[in-house]
């Protein structure tokens, strides 16, 4: 096979060797064969090198138990999944014979062994299928016919036969009963994601109706009084606020459905022939007031007439978010492009903007539901972030895509791509209302009413720095009607001026030396805190008082915000009362400080003069006082009619607590009975007719038997769970040395037949509910014996630490399985599990339920482990009576001796 200065040819070598080898590549086709190999399966190398095993070695087609190729199968899969050899346990498998020698099937059987060969990345680069024929051997122990001559030869080779037979029979059934395992995992995940998909539907099913029946008792109304004339200016322009952003808010609700529908597939697509052009052209059109408005340079391309068959109103919804998106941040005096061309069925649309553009770390995550570019206490642009979102989705749904990239404008350029196929015959007029619905055109004049940059004449006389008749209040709001609203709040005693902007607010403030500053928290360009920052930097408005408007009660904000300089706090929506209250009683203190102030000042003149002025300053101060305690009262009984308003919403989720508390138990009474009903049944059957069953039949029965257990078992866990995140705290001296041991007889009685050796150390009296806390002892020694059920003696220890304060520091270690440490923050979630329920039962809520019962008593718990090497969880309450252990100076906790006569198992 070699000559001198030559390397050996392996591969003749390999097809040389006495054992029977395929070599197969990943995909299962066979690279290599040994000839030994096709001595025994009777096959040419020719014939098979280059095909699929199972196309060339198929099953016994007259065999119908045959299982060969099947278990086959599973093993490469196994091994290339794991990357480790696999040995099969005996397989028939009967070879086809050729045709000189009659054709047909011979019944073999085989003992294989599949090897992986993996590249330098560990990847799998081919398998290495052995086999070895055992057929004399089987066929011997199947008939009994073994010469005597042959007896000898054949007892050792007979006895590593059988304990390989038993071997790997041992391995398949682990890896079935896997496999079984995996499935009902896989079953039991697709069920509850297919009820989290129905959840939601119905959620927003109802969202649809709650939200749309009030919308619609708004806008009806409204929409009658407006047209019944006879309205002033003001109501006029207060119905026509409703109004706007009544639809505004119908507009989001519907683009929530929308979404909705498209998530659960549920959206349905209507062909129409439709003029594409025209319906082009005419949802441009109403963005062309707009443009002029805003000085923006508007061009529509498109075809005359371009008759498609298609959804029109899909493709105006894509047309108009387009639209609106390219508008909204197209600065004034810019550039916006449409263009719509169709070629060979395809059509192309293109709108492009000269816009900041869209970076390109953002242009995939822009056409996520909710996602925006923009930072959210500063945005500029308005929106719920759906609008592209629903824009993709349409699209997918016709079979087109949209992409954004750069616009030779300098902004954004949006690309649509759609098939356009013809319309289904020649038409006269395009007759728009006969595909759209009669609300379309209203519907694109809310898209177009938040982008509008239209400004009403503000006045923006600012009083001088000398002297004002009336206080002057700063309004800093974004929003135009809301920020007409403050303004026309306030008291008509009260001078107004105002800004839409942070940095503006601060230039109008500087130059007209407002006496109170009203300022939204999210604003472009500058936000609240940010102009509160810029405020406070100037020394000439120290004394300025601030109110801040928020639309989330965010704590953290209101801290900081009251560290830099806020004076108060309003949040949307408020009552107009509430404000006038707290804009009147900062000015008054404003007031007061503004005279001590000068009073401080004067203080550096001349004594004599202070003298003479001091009454008449008194007299001020005292009026501004006595108006500081009207303005109190007011504040005090505005304060009352809100806690009482409190009162009343707290004893309404009491009556609804109870209500949830009996409907608990009512579906615990309801759930149970069949529940009963099933376990019972099923014990009477067993007890009365196993005699009657096979072994299928009985199994099934253990598996209806052991499901019901679970099922009472989960239920009185989730009872356990609701009555410890409901129940009020009854607070006492519990002695904890009692109460392990109460929970420790009734564990014994459940647990016959175990071997635990107990070691109890010297435990405190403490202050907590003995019964909850009965709960938490209790869960977590069931959950110590329960993990040592695979040793043969379980060691659960229990000792006491002292915390370093007023509290106490309980610890429970075993000998279990114990746990990889990464998860143990999983461990106290409600249903969250770090092993299967076949290696060791349970409900998922036996420690969610205990850490809620130690959060309720101001403790918590915790847990470390190693895997196979035990866990020890810890809890600590908040007050101890009595303390009898200490810890190390490490922290540790300190293992505590049991006491003198302990018993142990």
């Known amino acids: 096979m070699t000559t001198s200065g030559d390397a050996p040819d392996f591969r003749r070598i390999f097809e040389a060797a006495p054992g029977l080898y395929l070599v197969l590549r990943p995909t299962l086709h066979i690279i290599a064969v040994s000839d030994a190999y096709l001595h025994a399966t009777k ?28 278990n086959l199968r599973i093993s490469l899969e196994r091994v290339l999944a794991d990357r480790v050899p696999d040995a099969m346990a005996v397989q028939k498998y009967d070879i086809r014979l050729p045709e000189s020698e009659g054709g047909g099937f011979e019944e073999r059987y085989w003992s294989p062994v599949n090897t992986p060969v993996l590249d330098a990345d560990g990847s799998v680069n081919c398998i290495i299928h052995r086999v070895e024929d055992v057929t004399d051997f089987m066929r011997a122990r199947q008939h009994g016919k073994e010469q005597a001559r042959l007896a000898e030869s054949l007892r050792a080779r007979a006895e590593r036969v059988e304990a390989e037979i038993f071997q790997r029979a041992a391995e398949v059934q682990e890896a079935n009963r896997r496999l079984e395992s995996a499935n009902r995992e896989l079953s039991r995940l697709y069920a509850a994601s297919k009820e989290l998909d129905e959840l939601k539907t119905r959620f927003f099913s109802n969202v649809s109706h709650e939200l749309r029946t009030p919308l619609t008792l708004i806008l009806g109304p409204v929409e009658r009084l407006l047209g019944a004339g006879g309205l002033d200016a003001e109501q006029l322009r207060s119905l026509e606020t409703i109004r706007r952003n009544a639809r505004s808010l119908l507009r989001h609700v519907n683009d929530l459905l929308d979404v909705a529908k498209l998530e659960a597939g549920k959206m349905t697509v209507r062909a129409d022939d439709v003029d594409l052009g025209h319906l082009t052209r005419l949802t441009a059109a109403y963005f062309e007031s707009l443009a002029q408005e805003r000085g923006i340079a508007f061009r529509v391309e498109a075809p005359a007439s371009l008759w498609v068959r298609t959804d029109a109103e899909k493709i105006q919804r894509v047309l108009v978010n387009l639209l609106a998106n390219a508008f909204k941040f197209t600065p004034d005096a810019g550039q916006v492009r449409l263009r719509l061309a169709c070629e060979a069925g395809c059509g192309s649309l293109e709108v492009d903007d000269s816009g900041p553009g869209v970076p390109p770390e953002l242009r995939d995550v822009i056409f996520e539901p909710f996602r925006q570019a923009e930072h959210a206490s500063t945005r500029r642009h308005g929106g719920t972030g759906l609008g592209l979102a629903i824009t993709r989705e349409f699209l997918e749904l016709l079979d087109g895509t949209v992409v954004v990239g750069d616009s030779t404008l300098g902004g954004a350029a949006f690309r649509v791509v759609l098939p356009l196929p013809p319309a289904s015959g020649p038409q006269a007029e ?48 974004d929003n135009r009607e809301m920020h007409h609203f403050i303004r026309d709040s306030l008291p008509p005693q009260l001078d107004s001026i105002g800004a839409f902007s942070g940095r503006e607010g601060v230039e109008t403030a500087i130059a007209s030396r407002p006496d109170l500053i009203i300022s939204d928290v999210m604003m472009p360009d500058m936000s609240g805190d940010e102009l509160v920052q810029a405020i406070r930097g100037i020394r000439e408005f120290d004394y300025v008082p601030i109110i801040l408007l928020t639309a989330k009660a965010d704590d953290e904000l209101k801290v900081r915000m009251l560290r830099s ?99 608990s138990y009512s579906v615990s009474h309801e759930l149970r009975a069949p529940v009963r009903h099933l376990i019972g049944f099923s014990k009477l059957l067993q007890d009365r007719h196993s005699h009657q069953l096979d072994e299928e039949a009985g199994s099934f029965l253990r598996f209806i038997a052991g499901g019901a257990r679970r099922m009472n078992e989960l239920m009185d866990a989730l009872l356990a769970l609701g009555r410890a995140s409901r129940a009020d705290l009854a607070w006492g001296d519990v002695d904890l040395d009692e109460l392990v041991a109460e929970v420790r007889a009734e564990i014994e009685q459940e647990a016959t037949g175990r071997r635990i050796d107990w070691r109890i150390g010297k435990l405190a009296r ?9 709960v938490v002892v209790g869960n977590l020694l069931s959950n110590a014996v329960k993990y040592t059920k695979n040793r043969v003696v379980a060691q659960i220890e229990i000792g006491q630490a002292a915390s370093g304060d007023a509290g106490s520091h309980v610890w429970i270690r075993d000998n279990g399985v114990g746990f990889d440490p990464r998860h143990a923050g999983q461990l106290f979630g409600v249903f969250r599990r770090l092993h299967s329920q076949d290696e060791f039962e349970g409900s998922g809520l036996g420690l969610a339920t205990a850490h809620r019962i130690l ?7 915790w847990a470390e482990a190693r895997p196979g090497e035990g866990a020890t969880f810890h809890f600590s309450l908040g007050e101890t009576v009595a303390a009898t252990a200490a810890s190390p100076a490490d922290g540790t906790p300190a293992p505590v001796a049991p006491q003198e006569g302990e018993q142990r198992r």
């Open 43 to 70: 096959t040419a190398r020719d014939a098979i090198l280059g095909r699929h095993l199972f196309e060339v070695f198929p099953d016994n087609p007259d065999d119908p138990q045959a299982s060969g190729m099947r």
């Open 430 to 477: 395009f007759d728009i209302d006969a595909v759209l619905p009669s609300a379309a055109a209203v519907s694109v004049e809310e898209y177009l009413h938040p982008l509008s940059h239209r400004r009403e004449h503000e006045s923006r006389e600012a009083a001088g720095t000398g002297p004002r008749a009336s206080p002057l209040v700063l309004v800093v709001e």
């Open 565 to 663: 300089g806020v004076q108060d706090f309003l949040t949307k929506p408020f009552l107009v009362a509430e404000l006038v209250a707290r804009v009147s009683n900062q000015l008054v203190m404003s007031h007061a400080r503004q005279i001590l102030q000068e009073e401080l000042a004067s203080s550096e003149a001349d004594v004599s003069t202070l003298a003479r002025d001091l009454a008449e300053r008194k007299r001020a101060l005292e009026a501004a006082l006595a108006e500081l305690r009207e303005r109190d009262a007011a504040l005090a009984r505005l304060n009352a009619e809100l806690e009482q308003r409190v009162l009343e919403r707290t004893e309404q989720l009491a009556a609804a607590n109870r209500d949830l508390e009996i409907f």
């Open 766 to 774: 403490v202050r907590a509910d003995r019964r909850l806390l009965k």
């Open 855 to 861: 959060q309720k008593h101001r403790g918590r718990l």
